[in-house]
């Protein structure tokens, strides 16, 4: 039994807004991941299959690594097609956001949206979403924004529309969210929804080794060298620490997703309960963290870093050299573990 979890009132206004729209919008963050991707392309095939003109706009592109997931080829990316990506939401009645809780988490698609009159729907399972939207949809307590997605689709009747393709999609957010099925999956009404998904045909190997087992050469050797030599160790802290920069980056030819995993690795070290990795991008240093248990990474990210998440897994973006996060990271171990030696050379 999938317990209805959704607000009635949220339902009946939901499919209210639904029947009202033939235009519909469907967007997600940036550097969409597999749960951003799959729950928006999985609710797309569900209204077009309903008869409506859903199309979904993404705020940069979607990964390589990512194709694979049915629809990914049809979306509109605001840095590739921005017109268009412009005139699809200024035609839409209706815009979806999806897998995120904040304008700032879609670039300068935010500044297209907010003046915009259609009505805005959240639906999503980070922490503390803004209060932007017409109707928001808020379950952090879910894996994921496809756990969600197919607890709506279930409490407004519309299971039948959830085709091979669209069943496709949400395995790929369950999957992914959840680390392939390590965390944030407590609830055994998880596992009745991946059931469901599955009764769906879906190619469950295929798009797990698609989306858990596939590395280019390059990310696979980025990723050795990363631990090989970057991962610091914080024993005392329970932390580790890996730092990648452009140089290092271009000598292993990164392309965007070759990192999308490496953050979990030092988890894997008895002792270590938390792991933080920064990579220099363009215009940003991007820090994401993972933990273990009750420590939680997303306040440290909301605190120091500018971002959020969730307990167990959260990012954030700092403005300034590598050198800078870096001081920053041993404030945060300096600040949180006071008794602890943070001065002392760090176990390699
Ligand atoms: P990742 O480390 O894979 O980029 O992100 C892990 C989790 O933290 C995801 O749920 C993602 O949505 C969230 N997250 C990552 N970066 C940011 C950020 O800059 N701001 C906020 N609010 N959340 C972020
Ligand atoms: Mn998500």
């Not at 807004?17 to 550097?31: F, V």
């Not at 268009?84 to 904040?102: E, M, T």
């Not at 980025?222 to 005392?236: R, S, V």
């Amino acid at each position: 039994m999938i317990t209805p979890i959704i607000d009635d009132m949220a339902i009946d206004r939901l499919r209210a807004l639904i029947n009202g729209a033939r235009h519909i919008a469907i967007t997600c963050h940036k550097s969409p991941d597999g749960d951003a991707l799959g729950s928006t392309l999985a609710l797309c095939h569900v209204l077009r299959r309903l008869g409506k003109d859903a199309v979904v706009v993404t705020p940069d592109m979607a990964p390589r690594a990512l194709d694979f997931i049915p629809g990914v080829r049809d979306l509109v990316v605001f840095t590739k097609h921005e017109a268009r990506a412009r005139r699809v939401l200024s035609d839409a009645q209706l815009i979806f956001c999806l897998d995120f809780n904040s304008l700032h988490r879609i670039d300068r698609l935010g500044e297209v949206i907010e003046p915009l009159p259609a009505p805005r729907v959240l639906i999503d399972h980070h922490l503390n979403p803004e209060d932007i939207f017409d109707l928001a949809i808020s379950h952090p307590e879910l894996s994921s924004t496809c756990e969600l997605v197919f607890r709506l689709l279930m409490q407004m009747g519309l299971l039948r529309y959830l085709d091979r393709l669209a069943a496709s999609c949400l395995y790929v957010g369950l999957l992914t969210d959840t680390g392939g099925f390590a965390y944030s999956c407590d609830n055994p009404e998880f596992y009745e929804i991946l059931a469901s998904v599955m009764r769906r045909h879906i190619d469950r190997i295929g798009l797990y080794n698609k989306a858990m087992n596939t590395f280019s050469a390059d990310s696979l050797r980025l990723q050795g060298y990363a631990i090989n030599e970057k991962m610091q160790l914080f024993p005392e802290q329970g932390a580790a620490l890996i730092v990648l920069d452009r140089q290092e980056l271009e000598r292993f030819n990164y392309s965007k997703g070759d990192t999308e995993t490496l953050v979990n690795k030092p988890l894997a070290i008895p002792g270590i309960f938390w792991s933080v990795f920064m990579r220099e991008d363009p215009d940003k240093i991007k820090v994401s963290c993972r933990s273990q248990g009750d420590f939680s990474v997303s306040d440290i990210c909301a605190r120091y870093f500018g971002g959020g998440g969730h307990q167990n897994a959260a990012g954030g973006d700092f403005n300034g050299t590598m050198e800078q996060a870096v001081a920053l990271f041993h404030q945060v171990l300096a600040d949180l573990f006071p008794a602890a030696d943070s001065t002392e050379q760090p176990q390699q």
